[in-house]
């Protein structure tokens, strides 16, 4: 983007009450853009949570954080990464939300690996000022990123995708829960039925368990 104005700004629920600054991008990047390398990474995280420390303003950053924040967000990934602990350390120490993703799991895609790189990430100021904000995944074409839409406005996504939370597998409940709802659901028929109604019925306890 090359410039944003303040009807820009209006068009996302903002009123004249609130200033901005921006910095326009440098051909085809802008905002964050995280690094591959493990070693510029600490200093990539470093950087950012200095300068969320050094902003008292509501705060929402977004761009290519070259990080996914867990194995959901990585197709066919199943173990927790080190990168993955550090990307959502800086969420808890900034209190940064990491809003659900509308219109697809993943944001980038080469052959056959999918992974969300990209994301909005809004500090509690910014959510208190508007409660009701959505990001949504739009269709890429050239790019094997999809742009990002941080749009006020709730657009008809379907169902949300069920995911396991990291905070689940640290606490040392779960595994007994597990192995005790999988042996009080007992259904009958072939073997791929009985294992996707047990699935689901695992779904529905794990989320009864999360609102308890």
Request: charged content about 20%; proline content about 5%; aromatic content about 12%.
């Amino acid at each position: 983007m090359e410039q944003i104005s303040n009807i820009d700004m209006r068009s996302m629920g903002f009123n004249s009450d609130w200033n901005f600054a921006f910095l326009a991008s440098n051909g085809a990047s802008g905002g964050v853009y995280g690094p591959l390398s493990p070693s510029e990474k600490c200093c990539f995280w470093e950087e950012l949570n200095q300068m969320c420390g050094l902003c008292s303003a509501p705060w929402c950053i977004g761009g290519d954080f070259n990080e996914v924040l867990g194995s959901r967000d990585r197709l066919g990934s199943q173990r927790i990464t080190a990168g993955m602990r550090s990307f959502a350390d800086f969420l808890a120490i900034n209190e940064l939300a990491d809003l659900p993703l509308g219109g697809s799991s993943f944001t980038w895609a080469r052959g056959s690996n999918r992974s969300r790189l990209d994301r909005f990430l809004l500090s509690g100021d910014w959510l208190a000022a508007l409660s009701e904000v959505y990001q949504q995944a739009l269709p890429h074409s050239v790019s094997d990123h999809c742009p990002i839409l941080l749009s006020p406005k709730m657009e008809s996504w379907g169902s949300p995708p069920f995911r396991i939370e990291l905070a689940w597998l640290e606490n040392p409940l779960l595994e007994a829960l597990l192995v005790r709802w999988w042996s009080e659901c007992v259904f009958e028929g072939p073997g791929d039925v009985v294992i996707g109604k047990k699935l689901r019925f695992i779904k529905r306890k794990l989320k009864e368990w999360d609102k308890e």
